[in-house]
Nanobody
Framework: DVQLQASGGGLVQAGGSLRLACTAS????????IGWFRQAPGKEREFVAA????????FYEDDAKGRFTISRDSAKKLVVLQMTNLKPEDTGVYYC???????????????WGQGTQVTVSS
């Protein structure tokens, strides 16, 4: 089974930065996408950014463009979401998940890490 674990969340002020990391293991195929999703209380899980395991294709939610960067280190089995210029609306639990293809739709993801809390104060 694919195993994922998110880390790196914390409490920051608006305009600050955080680096989230997702460790990934157990893939049986290289044709996977690793995505980051944010879930706020009472809301559904929302797409933030994704990258295919080869690193050749990336996707970003509109508000993340220019602020967040997703990258991967295949040797370390690691996907990183570098977040800058954080806004209070970025607050939520960030989950990394995997999908057997290239997807940004949450329903396509079939493995998840536990998530890491990101809180951005005004």
């Amino acid at each position: 089974d694919v195993q994922l674990q998110a880390s790196g969340g914390g409490l920051v002020q608006a305009g600050g930065s955080l680096r989230l990391a997702c460790t990934a293991s157990g893939f049986t195929s290289a044709d996977y996408t690793i995505g980051w999703f944010r879930q706020a209380p009472g809301k559904e899980r929302e797409f933030v950014a994704a990258i295919n395991w080869s690193g050749s294709t990336t996707f970003y939610e509109d508000d993340a463009k220019g602020r967040f960067t997703i990258s991967r280190d295949s040797a370390k089995k690691l996907v990183v979401l570098q977040m800058t210029n954080l806004k209070p609306e970025d607050t939520g639990v960030y989950y990394c998940g995997s999908a057997p293809g290239i997807f940004t739709v949450v329903s396509r993801y079939d493995a998840w890490g536990q998530g890491t809390q990101v809180t951005v104060s005004s």
